[in-house]
């Protein structure tokens, strides 16, 4: 059984917890880390998509963030980045990697595999430079079946126009650019 934190708006913890399962089904407002991993290469600014198993309890089969997570209770927004990372892709990454990009809050509702799935959630979005190959990731099957890197232009065309199966927010990858393009890296 995995406790969430209910938060108000800005993601802040009301000293009430939820069953993650109760959380989806009512909508209850919870926490989740997003970490987009972004690397230059050929002079082109690519980031990784990680295509999300067949058997997840949303979004199955489709292209992802590079890792995310929902935030157990007690944790905080960095630790449950850290630790997603590392259960994700096999990565062990540093607090001091993590840049933040801001928090956002969404909530939308869908069937799936035969059941209301109702996401509300207040997600602190980070970017993390790191140029490794595909095959250098240590995968967790029961969440990801592939990670690829994308050209970043071709992937934000390609979720506008909707050609690729996602749940890519397209704000959030304009939060990734726009941080990219003001710290000047």
Request: charged share 30%.
């Amino acid at each position: 059984m995995e406790l969430l934190d209910i938060v108000d708006e800005h993601g802040r913890i009301t000293g009430i917890v939820v069953e993650r399962e109760e959380a989806h089904r009512k909508g209850i407002l919870h926490r989740t880390s997003h970490v987009w991993i972004v690397r230059e290469k050929n002079g082109q600014l690519q980031i990784l998509l990680q295509k999300r198993s067949e058997e997840k309890d949303s979004h199955p089969g489709c292209y992802d963030i590079s890792s995310a997570g929902h935030i157990p209770a007690g944790e905080d927004f960095i630790s449950s980045a850290l630790r997603e990372l590392k259960e994700e892709l096999g990565y062990d990454a540093k607090p001091e990697q993590l840049i933040y990009c801001g928090q956002r809050q969404f909530e939308f509702q869908q069937i799936f595999h035969g059941k209301l799935f109702h996401d509300n959630q207040v997600s602190n979005v980070y970017l993390m430079w790191l140029d490794q190959e595909p095959e250098q990731f240590t995968l967790q099957k029961e969440e990801i079946s592939e990670v690829r890197w994308m050209e970043f232009k071709d992937c934000f065309q390609k979720v506008k126009s909707n050609q690729i199966p996602n749940c890519i927010y397209l704000e959030e990858l304009e939060m990734i650019q726009k941080k990219i393009l003001s710290d000047g890296i």
